[in-house]
């Protein structure tokens, strides 16, 4: 199953945007790349270890833009795990949206445990923290309703269970 996944958070703060990528990121920890789209070049290096230092990088730019972040790896909850994720903080009309983009065979599940309802509780748990009201999964692009995963804290008409052989095999590879 080759498909992509999209968890979206919309209309983040700018407060907490800072805060929001740092803990994503694991303070930087797992990073393996970044970048910013359009015709800019971030000048300064940023400290990642800082939610203002991110914050205050991100506000520089106006008018539009992407950064992405890659992950190796995005610890979601105690027995799940995201490899090769990618973070992608969009700027548009003086708003911010936060995208976490992965593919299905790069979920590494520790164990049985239903993953959308996993995915979902992080989510929420994500979004009450930062004052996030509008967030959804599905695969990507997520804005498309009939492929949702979720959509705030309700199971959207995509299911996507985890197949029995797939779980063995990611348990005993993490295991």
Known sequence: MSHLIEVVFEDVF?????????????????????SLSADWEIEEEIDWQSAESITQCLKKYTNGWSFFINLSELNILKHLSIKNCSIQVLQYDSKYDVNINF?????RLRDSTDFVENLMKFSRKMAFKY??????????????????LFTH????????????????????QVG
């Open 14 to 34: 700018v407060d907490s945007l800072g805060t929001l990528i740092k803990e994503l990121c694991k303070a930087g920890k797992q990073i393996t790349n970044y």
């Open 103 to 107: 593919k299905w065979e790069d979920i």
């Open 131 to 148: 004052g996030i009201m509008h967030y959804f999964a599905g695969l990507e692009p997520a804005c498309d309703e009939e492929t949702r």
């Open 153 to 172: 804290g309700r199971r959207g008409p995509l299911n996507l269970p985890y197949p029995s052989w797939e779980a063995e095999t990611l348990v005993s």
